[in-house]
Each structure stands twice: as C-alpha cells, then as structure tokens.
C-alpha cells in the first residue's frame, strides 16, 4: 500500500443487485490506483448479497443495513463507516450497475488534489450498450436551471469525438460515480434522506457549494453505466415516482417563494399534462399512476413540512 496516496474508500451500494456486483466490482478492483479499499453497501437485500461478496470477492469489505434505507440513507450509512471507522481522505460514491476504467480511481484523485476546495469529481459516463460500440455518452455533467435549478445532462446519446475532453467545473453531476472530499461529509453530513432516491445528489451539491465548495468533471475517469438497472430499468414505476415526488422537494428546498409558485403552476399547468400525454403516446401507461402519485406525494410533503 502506497501511503503517499489519499487513501480511497470506493462505495458501491447495492440492494438485490447481486447480479450486477460481478462486472462491478471486478473492475474496480483492477484500478491502477494503490491506496484504495473496495465496500459494498448491502442495503437490506434478500438475494444472498453478502454471502455473494464474501465468497466470490473476499478482499472486498461488506457491511450491511437490514432494511433498505433508499439511495440516500443507504449511502450516508457507507459515508459514515468510511470516515469514522476507516478514516478516509476521499469516498468514491458509485452504483453497483457500472464498469469502471482501470485508471478511473488515480483521474478522480489527481483532479480533487489539485485545490482542497474541489469538494466532487466525477468523469465521462458511457451508455453500457455494445450496439453502440460503448461510445455514445451518457452524461458528463449537468447544467444549471433558472426554475428547475438542475438542468439537463451535458453530451447525452452523443458520440465521444473529444469534444468534452477538458478537465472543468461543472454547476452539477450525476452520482453515477463521484469522489467526494471528506471535508464535504464532515460539514455537510453527506445525503439529506428526505430524497429516498433521486435529486439527493443536485440537493448535497448546493447544500456543500453554500461552504464554497466546487465541483469538477475530468475527461480522464471513464465509466460504463447499464442505466438504472439497479433501481428497475429506465422506466420502472419506482424511477418515475421518485424522479417527479423528490423534483417538487427539491425545489421547494432550494428556490424563493415567488420562483417556486412560478415553478408549481409550470409543473400544473404545462409540466404534467405534457409528460401524461407523452407516456400515452409511447404507452408507457403503467409509469401515468407512478407520475400522479410522486406529483401528489411530493405536494403532501410540502404542505405537511
């Protein structure tokens, strides 16, 4: 072990991804990176997680939630366990339905040691679909919103030519994958778990960039996501609740009263109408009832707080 390094704990979190842990963690065990420990998060599943990991991968730490905290309670629970018991100088924050370039872990490091105030980093995401030849890209960021707060993902279903090869801050990131400073854990107390799934990593982005902190995208670190397999598919019931319940939290969050009012009678009036009509004529049917449920979910959750 080099001791010169920061010391990494990588993070994958898993619940009933059994079958997705194999690809996962095989290649971030061949990352190039010397001082890292490989966790995985069994986040109260009941397909044999743990006993997979230990018998397959016994380098690999695993520690385990009896009942399934969501993507944010899962993950603080691995935040926790990663600063206080293995004293971390960085957590990689990364799903389990993902292959990670070899060199992924020493990109993410050489980038956040640059400026301590580079509080996450995260890397060029590929859609994981051999029809594409594994180069059409995913996400490499996300812009900003003047209403929404977040907007939409920078490069999406574009063909990697190079055009997004400079290492540059970002106003957000998905989490697919993200180094995240200790420091930012430590002052921020890592994923409001208000965000059972979805908008927790926009929600601790601005939370951490009220301390100053910044974040960073680095062409260099490369990973291959097989998109939303590990809650479902893209167009599970349980996505689309989240996605619309958590996008009203957030925004009630984070916007001024008079942006939000302007955000909600969008949301009434042109947002929901628009995406019903848009699910019926692709019949997407079974994701109508999720989308009205998350819309009436997330209106409780405001009233009620």
């Known amino acids: 072990m080099n001791t010169q390094e920061p010391f990494v704990v990588v993070l994958v979190l898993s619940y009933n991804g059994r079958v997705l842990l194999d690809d996962c963690l095989n290649s971030y065990l061949k990352n190039t990176y010397s001082n890292f420990e490989l966790v995985v998060i069994d986040n109260g599943s009941t397909d044999g997680t743990e006993q997979f990991v230990k018998a397959n991968f016994p380098v690999v730490q695993t520690i385990r939630l009896e009942t399934n905290r969501g993507y944010s309670g899962g993950f603080n629970y691995g935040l926790e366990y990663a600063i ?55 996400t490499v960021g ?6 929404n707060i977040v907007g939409e993902h920078i490069g999406t279903g574009e063909k990697d030519e190079g055009q997004y090869d400079n290492v540059e801050e970002r106003d957000f990131i998905d989490d697919v994958f993200t180094l995240v400073n200790r420091e930012v854990i430590e002052k ?4 409001d778990e208000t965000f ?8 601790w982005q601005l939370r951490s960039k009220k301390f100053g902190y910044k974040i960073f995208y680095t062409p260099y670190a490369k990973l291959w996501h097989k998109i939303g397999m590990s809650t479902g598919g893209r167009n599970s019931r349980l996505r689309t609740f989240y996605l619309k319940r958590n996008q009203i939290i957030f925004t009630k969050k984070h916007l001024t009263s008079n942006k939000f009012l302007l955000y909600l009678v969008t949301l009434l009036l042109f947002i929901l109408p628009k995406q019903i009509i848009n699910k019926i004529s692709i019949a997407h049917y079974n994701r109508i009832t999720p989308l009205l449920r998350g819309t009436l979910s997330g209106l409780k959750y405001i009233i009620k707080n």
Not at 114 to 120: C, R, T
Not at 196 to 202: G, K, P, V, Y
């Open 84 to 138: 206080k018991d293995k004293e971390a100088d960085y957590v990689l924050v990364t799903n389990n339905d993902v292959i990670a370039d070899k060199n992924l872990i020493f990109e993410l490091v050489k980038v956040a040691e640059k400026d301590a105030m580079i509080g996450f980093v995260t890397g060029k995401v590929y859609f994981n679909e051999k029809k594409n030849n594994n180069n059409i890209i995913q």
């Open 188 to 191: 921020t107390g890592g994923y």
């Open 142 to 147: 996300k812009l900003s919103h003047p209403i």
């Open 196 to 203: 059972f799934l979805d908008f927790e990593e926009a929600d």
